[in-house]
């Protein structure tokens, strides 16, 4: 029964996340989680000694992680189930005889999460406060002690993770002794900033109303017209926090400094292509997707800004074309890295539209 509570909190705990259709793509902010695994362990002391080889273990958590530029601090909350199996004892327990003694525990713990993210990869070791109960043989035993941990967890896409992790307690309650082992595969999802989507679903065009026909005039001369274009580029250290996709304040005064260059060009049916660039660091799917949810930042802005919306474009790049070339590649330190290649990281904008031409008679 306890298997079947799990499973279906696992499940439940899917589903909600099903529902988010959110990513922020890194390893920062709130999250939330199942693990599924082996545990092996070992009981001494009164009145109760014995090992258990292998048997099922499982659990949720959640949390939140605050991730510098080279480092990550976070806290979790955990519950723990490691199920009852036969286990091995010696000759002197006084609860179950010899052929059919078995137990299990149930735990939560709380801990300090330290790791380093390397990309897309994520090592981290665990050290905080755990609660112990145990069942069956063991259903006297219940205390507090030590919990700590070592794990990797790598990011598959923007808000999902997978992680191996191996955690260790041993509590140990007047004269009984626990030695709890286990290894799971965690599943993590992060709640982040709006995946991308559409800058605006598309309105159908009002009818016309019927009126009566006007009088002919004759028409005045259409004016003669001019292509004009220009490009603009912004870096992206000026319009976004690193690895993020939300727009800072500076960022927004650099758009309206922009805008106010694009008013005084004095177009007719405006074309804008944002193009959203990243630096080399991570895959190219998640520096494509980067890019990507930066255009569209950057292009609903200025759609709120007056830019028509038919005539705007939100593209990604990623990694590609990248401008620094090889001056970078003989930096080992990550942060002077970041620093180096942030030319990489720019958003570009190219403008198109027709200019009246002032005729000479």
């Given amino acids: 029964m306890k298997i079947k509570r799990i499973c279906i909190a696992l499940a439940v705990m899917s589903g909600i996340s099903s529902v988010h259709a959110l990513a922020n793509g890194e390893f920062d902010g709130p999250f939330v989680g199942g693990k599924i695994g082996g545990n092996r362990s070992s009981?001494?002391?009164?009145?109760?000694?014995?090992?258990?080889?292998?048997?099922?273990?499982?659990?949720?958590?959640?949390?939140?992680?605050?991730?510098?530029?080279?480092a990550l601090i976070g806290l979790s909350a955990t519950y723990d189930f490691v199920d009852s199996h036969n286990a091995d004892h010696d000759n002197g327990s006084r609860?179950?005889?010899?052929?059919?003694?078995?137990?299990?525990?149930?735990?939560g713990s709380l801990d300090l999460k330290l790791g380093v993210p390397i990309e897309n990869w994520l090592p981290?070791?665990?050290?905080?406060?755990?609660?112990?109960?145990?069942t069956d043989a063991l259903d006297h035993l219940g205390a507090g002690a030590f919990h700590g941990g070592a794990g990797v967890e790598?990011?598959?896409?923007?808000?999902?993770?997978?992680?191996?992790?191996?955690?260790?307690?041993?509590?140990?309650?007047?004269?009984?002794?626990?030695?709890?082992?286990?290894?799971?595969?965690?599943?993590?999802?992060?709640?982040?900033?709006?995946?991308?989507a559409p800058i605006v679903a598309p309105v159908a065009p009002r009818p016309e109303p019927v009126v009566a026909p006007k009088?002919?005039?004759?028409?005045?001369?259409?004016?003669?017209?001019e292509v004009v274009s220009?490009?603009?580029s912004l870096k992206s250290d000026v319009l976004f926090e690193y690895n993020k996709a939300v727009l800072k304040p500076a960022g927004k005064d650099a758009l309206n400094a922009m805008f106010?260059?694009?008013?005084?060009?004095?177009?007719?049916?405006?074309?804008?292509?944002?193009?959203?660039?990243?630096?080399?660091?991570?895959?190219?799917?998640?520096?494509?997707?980067?890019?990507?949810?930066?255009?569209?930042?950057?292009?609903?802005?200025?759609?709120?800004?007056?830019?028509?919306?038919?005539?705007?474009?939100a593209l990604s790049q990623g990694k590609a074309n990248p401008v620094t070339g090889n001056s970078c590649d003989k930096i080992k330190n990550r942060k002077k890295l970041i620093e180096c290649l942030a030319p990489d990281r720019r958003v570009e904008i190219d403008v198109s539209g027709l200019h009246e031409v002032q005729q000479v008679h």
């Fill in 260 to 313: 106010s260059q694009v008013a005084q060009m004095d177009v007719k049916q405006a074309q804008m292509a944002v193009t959203g660039y990243t630096d080399r660091l991570g895959s190219d799917k998640y520096n494509l997707d980067l890019g990507k949810r930066r255009a569209v930042a950057v292009a609903n802005y200025l759609i709120g800004k007056g830019v028509p919306q038919g005539g705007m474009q």
């Fill in 43 to 70: 009981a001494d002391g009164k009145p109760y000694s014995g090992s258990v080889d292998s048997t099922l273990a499982a659990g949720l958590e959640a949390g939140y992680n605050w991730q510098l530029d080279s």
């Fill in 95 to 107: 609860r179950r005889n010899n052929y059919n003694s078995k137990y299990g525990s149930n735990g």
């Fill in 124 to 134: 981290y070791v665990k050290v905080g406060y755990g609660y112990v109960s145990g």
């Fill in 230 to 232: 220009k490009r603009f």
């Fill in 215 to 225: 009088p002919v005039v004759q028409e005045a001369p259409v004016p003669a017209t």
């Fill in 154 to 196: 790598y990011k598959l896409a923007p808000n999902w993770g997978l992680a191996g992790e191996w955690t260790t307690t041993r509590p140990t309650d007047h004269d009984q002794k626990l030695r709890n082992n286990t290894l799971t595969l965690n599943l993590n999802y992060y709640f982040g900033g709006a995946a991308p």
